[in-house]
């Protein structure tokens, strides 16, 4: 099993930035970690992701050049930096673990965070 908890997430004003912490803890050890938002009304999308030992890293096209998905394994966190933040990146923001190559995929998960919620106001 892994515990994985987000942090960080908050009120913001549009241009601002925001890092946002996932601490996971148990069975740690997993392949690859992602990031995911779920705005209000609409499905949970793909972020971000990273491995954990190579430092490889993918990202959606709308935060590639804003958001910067970091880890620190001797903390066991994953970070997400998002700078140039827009209204549109309000959602809540999960952290998950996989063993699955296929990173941008929400069901290649096996555990999740309980969510942090981002809002960008205008």
């Known amino acids: 099993q892994v515990q994985l908890v987000e942090s960080g997430g908050g009120l913001v004003q549009a241009g601002d930035s925001l890092r946002l912490s996932c601490a996971a803890s148990g069975r740690t050890w997993s392949s690859f970690m992602g990031w995911f938002r779920q705005a209000p009304g609409k499905e949970r999308e793909f972020v971000a992701a990273?491995?954990?030992?190579?430092?490889?890293?993918w990202y959606a096209d709308s935060v590639k050049g804003r958001f910067t998905i970091s880890r620190d394994n001797a903390k066991n966190t994953v970070y997400l930096q998002m700078n140039s933040l827009k209204p549109e990146d309000t959602a809540v923001y999960y952290c998950?673990?996989?063993?699955?190559?296929?990173?941008?995929?929400?069901?290649?998960?096996?555990?999740w965070g309980q969510g942090t919620q981002v809002t960008v106001s205008s």
């Open positions: 990273i491995t954990w030992g190579g430092g490889m890293t």
């Open positions: 998950a673990a996989t063993n699955s190559r296929v990173v941008v995929r929400e069901s290649s998960y096996n555990y």
